[in-house]
């Protein structure tokens, strides 16, 4: 071959499948609000709240703050884009917002707003973020994200869960519960609103998962009826409920504001298939905890909680769904990622990488 030859057919050969598989050439940068399903070292950083190992044994070999033994869906859907873990907005050392900032924090609901860290207080902090990176700018610092990457980034929510379920905690019934969805969802909807001012274009919420068959509630709340899948019905059907409101809203959404992209995701179906056909999928006893003590049926003791002197934990080969009770394993969540990035259980059906700018 002469060296045209070559470079023929080394472009078509070699650069060309190499330019099609890689869609992500610029990652978005990413700004993600909500709870622990996503906190990525929120909570330590705010208020220096103890997560020990075995949190993080499976990835990062230490404790980062993540309440799972490894990553969490948010992880794997950035390294699904190439682009760096999340630094959680509170964290002052080490830090690196040039790919976004996560605002999440554990336990955080939508309501009460004002209180730290409801996700009004979430939405503040990121007026703030974006406030100081202008005012950095104009002084001349070019390391902060400029305007236009605002408004190209993408918005991840991912939050109602503890509102549900520190309802029927307090002691909340069904119809109450019920009764607390507008305005839990007028919360996200305000925030969604907020953001769009702030220049987001692009959104993408994630419903609320079964909560009804997390081993804690399992454990603690007695005398319930179960379903068929041995969780709690009535904590599922009030799942269920907020996600149709959810759905709804998102729709409303793409109607009410100019130029948006609202992916809705469910959530809730690729964790309950997770649950129900956890042999299929490998997983063992997706009803009882990874990490936590007291054994079967849930393994879960709110006075030895995983981490915290007394607990046990499973063998780190076993594949469990639930790690703490609360939040899943990292086997979990890279399948629960695979799933969200099929564009099956999305609305509309956006394949993850459309964001990349
Ligand atoms: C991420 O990087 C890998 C390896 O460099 C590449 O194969 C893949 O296509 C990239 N993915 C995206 C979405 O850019
Ligand atoms: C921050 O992260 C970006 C990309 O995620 C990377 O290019 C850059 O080198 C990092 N900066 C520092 C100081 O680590
Ligand atoms: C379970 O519920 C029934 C009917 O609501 C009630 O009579 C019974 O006392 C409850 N049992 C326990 C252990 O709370
Ligand atoms: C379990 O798997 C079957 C077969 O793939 C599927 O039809 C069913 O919907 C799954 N169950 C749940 C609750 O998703």
Redesign the pocket.
């Known amino acids: 071959m002469n060296h045209c030859c070559i470079a023929i057919f080394y472009f078509f050969f070699l650069l060309l499948p190499i330019s099609l598989l890689s869609h992500c050439t610029r990652p978005p940068i990413i700004f993600n609000f909500g709870d622990s399903n996503s906190d990525t070292g929120g909570l330590v950083a705010a208020l220096g709240f103890p997560v020990n190992l075995p949190n993080g044994r499976a990835f990062f070999a230490k404790s980062t703050g993540r309440l799972s033994d490894g990553r969490l869906i948010i992880d794997f859907l950035c390294q699904s884009l190439n682009?760096?873990l999340l630094s959680p907005y509170l964290d002052s050392l080490g830090s690196?917002f040039?790919?976004g900032a996560n605002f999440a924090i554990a336990g955080s609901c939508t309501l009460p707003k004002n209180v730290p860290f409801a996700l009004n207080i979430q939405v503040k902090q990121f007026t703030h973020f974006k406030a100081r990176s202008a005012e950095l700018l104009d002084a001349g610092i070019n390391s902060v994200l400029g305007n236009d990457r605002f408004s190209d980034a993408l918005y991840i929510i991912d939050i109602g869960q503890n509102d549900l379920a520190d309802s029927f905690t307090k002691g909340l019934s069904y119809v109450q519960v019920f009764n607390k969805i507008p305005s839990v969802l007028a919360e996200i909807e305000n925030s969604v609103k907020e953001l769009y001012d702030q220049g987001g274009r692009k959104f993408w919420v994630h419903n609320t998962g079964p909560l009804g068959c997390l081993p804690q509630k399992l454990a603690l709340v007695q005398n319930d009826s179960l379903d068929s899948f041995g969780c709690i019905s009535s904590y599922n059907e009030v799942a269920q409920l907020f996600n149709e409101g959810l759905r709804k809203l998102c729709q409303e959404l793409r109607s009410d504001m100019k130029d948006v992209s609202v992916v809705y995701v469910d959530i809730y179906s690729i964790k309950l298939d997770i649950i129900a056909n956890s042999s299929a999928y490998g997983f063992s006893s997706p009803l009882m905890t990874c990490c936590g003590s007291g054994g079967p049926p849930y393994n879960y003791d709110k006075r030895v909680s995983c981490g915290f002197t007394g607990y046990q934990v499973c063998d780190q080969q076993s594949r469990f769904v639930s790690w703490d009770g609360v939040h899943y394993t990292e086997a979990a969540n890279a399948l629960i990622a695979s799933k969200i990035l099929s564009t099956d259980y999305s609305t509309p059906n956006l394949n993850f990488e459309f964001f990349c700018q």
């Open positions: 682009t760096s690196n040039s790919n």
